[in-house]
Every structure is written in C-alpha cells, then in structure tokens.
C-alpha cells in the first residue's frame, strides 16, 4: 500500500512457500503479483482462493480489477460490491468500486463510492490521496445534466481511421475539441485523456478542478475539465 511493490512481492512469495495453504496470504500475494504487472499469475491466485472461499473479500476485490481491465463491466460491479459486503471499512474496496461504476457513466454513484473511499483514509484532511480523491468527486459531479462526451456514428465500414505521427519519441494523434483540431499524445499508461488550461481556454472548455499529473507530456497541472 506505501507503492514498494518489489518488496511487497518478494514478502510475499517468501510467506507464500511457508504457508501454502492460506487463502488470505495468497490473496495478498495476488495483490502484489498484479501490482507488479503479472496479471495473469494474479488471477490465476484470486481464482484459486475463491474456489476455496468463494465470498473472500480480497479475493473478490482483485477479481474485479481484473474483469474491470477486461471492461467486464457489470461482472466487476459484482465482485467489487461483493467484496464491500464482506468488508465495507476497506478504503481500496471502495476506490474500486467507484472506478468501475464511473466507467459505467454512473457518475453520481461513483462520486458516493469515493467519498466513502475518502472518509476511511488515514489523515484525510492532509492525505494527498484524499486531495485526489476530492478533486475526481468534485469532477464526477459536475456531469450533473450534461452529457460527458459523444462519438459520432461509425463510418459504413465501422472502423475508423485516425492520422497518428510520430514526432521525437513521441506518439501523437489527431483530434477534435469543441470541433477544433487538437494534437494529443498517446500515453498507454494514462487514465485518462486530460488537456491542459492553456488548450482549455483556446477551446473553449470550462475547468471544474485542476490536479497535478504527470506522463508522456511531462509533470504539471491539468484541469478536470467539461466541454460545453
């Protein structure tokens, strides 16, 4: 949870080899396997806790990120909700549920969900992660009667072509905001598409929050923001 993830997973492995058999460790241990990016080796723990205990709350937890990152969507809901039933003063249990129900578009649940992920943080009024997490509230609850974003119709072929370059080391694709062209970087990495307040302004998008992020484009504010 502090982000050592290496070390977590070598503590891990080493009580996994003394104790095989316990379904809590391997579900920590999935914990950590996935926190270091294998996956499947993660499922493949989880799944075999929850043949065991079928309701283990963490267990259900780490199956819902999974089927999540698959966008299993509403089988996701079901573990991520399964595992708060179980344990519901889990702060994590409660991000992730509200990750999946903001995928859904079900923005005022998923605000609901992190405010129950922000009330049950250690240090919450200085937590830089309940900064985060207040700042995605406020964000979520702006889309009160609007609609977030539309895609135009798929072309008769139902694919659709889009220009990508390559400049530097850098990936770029060609966009639109507000109906104005607009160069994003690609960043697999990222969770989401943000802009910054300069292009915000110039395309006349309204910013609800700013936060600090950072990837391919380099570390510094953006805003949380709404077309309109």
């Known amino acids: 949870r502090t ?6 997973f070598e503590v891990s492995s080493g009580l996994g080899h003394r104790h ?25 723990l989880y799944e075999a806790v929850l043949s065991v205990d079928a309701r283990h ?11 999540a990152a698959r966008n299993r969507l ?4 079901t573990d991520a909700q399964e595992a708060l039933e179980q344990n519901p003063r889990d702060a994590e249990f409660h991000h992730t549920l509200g990750a999946i129900l903001e995928r859904q578009g079900r923005f005022d649940e998923a605000a609901r969900a992190l405010a129950s992920y ?16 207040r700042a995605e509230i406020k964000f979520l609850e702006s889309f009160k009667g609007y609609v977030p974003f539309e ?6 072929s139902g694919v659709w072509t889009m220009p990508i370059r390559i400049r530097g080391d850098k990936v770029t694709v060609e966009g639109k905001v507000n109906g104005g062209r607009q160069e994003f970087l690609l960043d ?3 969770e989401r598409t943000v802009i910054s307040l300069d292009v915000a302004r110039r395309r006349g998008v309204r910013s609800i929050t700013t936060m600090q992020t950072a990837g391919v484009g380099g570390v510094g504010l953006r805003g949380l923001e709404v077309g309109r």
């Open 3 to 8: 982000g050592d993830f290496q070390e977590a």
């Open 188 to 190: 697999t990495g990222a």
């Open 20 to 44: 095989p058999g316990d379904p809590s460790l391997s579900a920590v241990r999935g914990d950590a396997l996935w926190s270091n990016g294998r996956f499947e080796e993660a499922e493949a």
């Open 118 to 133: 922000t009330d049950l943080l250690p240090d919450r009024d200085r937590s830089e992660k309940a900064g985060w997490a």
């Open 74 to 77: 509403a089988d996701a809901l």
């Open 151 to 156: 895609m135009d119709p798929p072309p008769p």
């Open 57 to 67: 709350p963490r267990a259900r937890h780490g199956r819902a990120r999974s089927l």
